[in-house]
């Protein structure tokens, strides 16, 4: 109102920038609405804030980079322990120098990218608390399992090592690096499979798709031991969390 002036201190007028110039944001002359932070009567002081009208983004992150979400950015600037990727005007994720790729230990985000590269991402975790943004981009990297799930169909016959028996929940290796779950009930279980002087990998290269090839050498009453090879059906192929779900045989 007339006679009455407010001061929008610059580390009012933004949640993400940090803003030098007053000039940066606002315009003399300009109409803007703002929160009343403080009054003081004596001396007659009344501060104002610019940047509660508009919303914290940091209080909203976990809706709008939800874990999992791929985001593409540039990347704004490195430092030896990751590079930041600009998500949104404002707001930067790090991928931190263990999540760049698995393909080989590097030294400096240099090795892989530089600053202003287009860049894909996976979000890891996003904290508003602290302020912090975790991205990550060997998880996009195509892996084994993204290979497998590729080739292979819904009611495939499959070949796999026992790995681990829990109750009733059987993990299963199908080659190098591929695992799949199989629910099993006390009756019923799959016909083992008779190991031959080939390896592992040979024999789940060769025999995991059309089933097994290889003679029966037990009952289908035996029980599922860990280091048993076995047969499977591929019940259910959930390719965004790469996850095979088998019945038995």
Known sequence: MPGVEGLIHVSEMSWTKRVQRP???????????AVVLKVEREPA??????????????????????????IEGKVTRLAKFGAFVEVEEGIDGLVHISDFTSEKRI??????????????????????????????MKQLEATS?????????????????????????????????VEGVCLIEKSGPAAPVSASGTSLAEQLAAAWKGGVKSPV???????????QLRSF????????AKQIELTPA
Request: charged share 30%.
């Open 233 to 240: 059906t591929i019940k259910a192929i959930d390719t965004a």
């Open 217 to 227: 050498s037990g009952t289908s009453s035996e029980p599922y031991r860990e280091g």
């Open 23 to 33: 000039g940066d944001v606002l315009k003399k002359g300009e109409r803007v609405e």
């Open 107 to 136: 030294e400096h985000p240099s090795e892989v990218v530089k600053v202003g590269q287009a860049v894909r991402a996976m979000v890891l975790s996003a904290d508003p608390e602290t302020k912090r943004l975790k991205l990550g």
């Open 45 to 70: 002081r009344l501060s104002l804030g610019l940047k509660q009208v508009l919303g914290n983004p940091w209080d909203t992150i976990k809706d709008r980079y939800p874990e999992g979400k791929v």
């Open 145 to 177: 399992t993204d290979q497998f799930v590729k080739e292979a169909a819904v009611g495939d016959r499959v070949t796999g090592r026992v790995l681990q028996v829990t109750g009733n929940k059987l993990t299963v290796q199908l080659g190098e690096g």
